[in-house]
DNA sequence: TGTGAACCTTCCCATCATGGTAAGGTCAAG
DNA sequence: CTTGACCTTACCATGATGGGAAGGTTCACA
């Protein structure tokens, strides 16, 4: 099978196929006298794992690991599901480093009159006129207060 | 003033404001006789700016904007309040898709036992076994309705 | 006067995952 | 024999940041 085939029953870009042979996540297979690369059934397997891995947010090195896991047959469910727990740990801090910043900017945006004037409270904000954490704590309370 | 005075009190590397310089975001400042760059009290205020809009998740090319418009006295507050919702849409966009992740993934880890046995629903999942979406609602029903 | 520490300068390389493009080889159908 | 669809390698780009090398400047202190 040629590399084009396995991108598509894959989901794997050729291109994205080629870097991961050459980082040594996927093993390089056969080749045909053409030199074109030549790819069976359990490639096209594998490399659905890793675009399913890489769509919930998995690292290429913690997807090395889990194709590691998937291919020992000794291995604790334990293991996976730590792996998998740290990296739900960390999609938790970027989910909450996002929401306060999308929280932050809300609240500047919702004091903002959004008129023709260029008074502007998030200008004022980003100008460190007021300190942006203070302006959001107060716009929190303002906020929860005054309406 | 030296460029690692101007770090300290923007808050931005040295690194960066060099960096910054050289992509046009900051006017290239003057040069002393040691050929050093020297900057002034208006150079700190501006990269004090530039790291406050940074720190909310501004990409360079938005803060480009977010200057020029801080620096135009004939601004209207609307534009400045629509790049800001336009940001906000974008950091919701990725929360959503994040979140999407980890449930996925805790919904599969709570399915895992997670002892010394080599069974492994989230292993299963990503060989593809069960598609990983199809498996993700299922578990959501199971969940919802099995508990 | 020398010297060492703490600065500064430019230049190049690395990250992470992915895409683009160029220049060229292979193969099958028409 | 040409055309088009495929493949090959090699290099460059992204965005924001850091690391480090090799070398110049400044200043305090012995």
Known sequence: MQIGEVARLSGVSAKMIRHYEEIGLVPPPGRRGSNYRDYGHH??????????????GFSIEQIRDLLRLWADRRRSSAEVKQLTEAHIAELDRKIRLLAEMRDTLANLAHACDGDDRPDCPIIDGLAGDLDTHAQYHNMVQALSGGE
Request: charged residues 45%; glycine residues 8%; aromatic residues 8%.
């Open 43 to 56: 490639d096209v397997h594998r490399l659905g794992f890793v675009r399913r891995a890489r769509d919930l």
